[in-house]
């Protein structure tokens, strides 16, 4: 494997794993031993996708796990990176075509309607 696409493997697992953090090139590109260029460049090449979109991406990901479980939206976002809701809520809707509040009322109501059609067999 390639020396750029090892350091952009080792580049997506510490945006992953710092997702809640302040996540920026500078963040990810010190402990590489590389530029903020370079990483730009190198992220871009690679991933076919911008270092922000990328990073934008996962964080929503991660949100849409979230948006499962019982946590309020407003939790949710500051878990994931966003420091306001109005950002989290414009950049999820960009995302998803919906809001964080709609999307976890579609979860719910696909649960719903799986669970009603949802036949238990039972032995004699």
């Known amino acids: ?3 750029s696409e090892l350091r952009i493997r080792r580049a997506t697992a510490l945006i992953r794993d710092n997702l809640a953090e302040r996540v920026t090139l500078g963040f990810v590109a010190a402990p590489l031993g590389i530029s903020r260029f370079t990483l730009s460049r190198s992220f871009k090449a690679v991933m076919r996708e911008s270092f922000r979109e ?3 991406r996962s964080r929503i990901d991660w ?3 979230l948006l499962e479980g ?3 939206i407003t939790e949710i976002a500051l878990m994931v990176g966003f420091g306001d809701l109005p950002r989290f809520d414009k950049v999820f809707k960009a995302h998803t075509r919906m809001s964080p509040s709609a999307y976890r009322k ?3 109501a696909f649960d719903v ?3 009603a059609h949802t036949t238990h067999v039972t032995s004699p």
Request: charged share 30%; aromatic share 6%; proline share 6%.
């Open 106 to 108: 579609k979860l719910l």
């Open 70 to 72: 019982e946590r309020s």
């Open 1 to 3: 494997m390639p020396t």
């Open 113 to 115: 309607s799986v669970g």
């Open 63 to 65: 949100a849409r796990e």
């Open 54 to 56: 990328y990073l934008l």
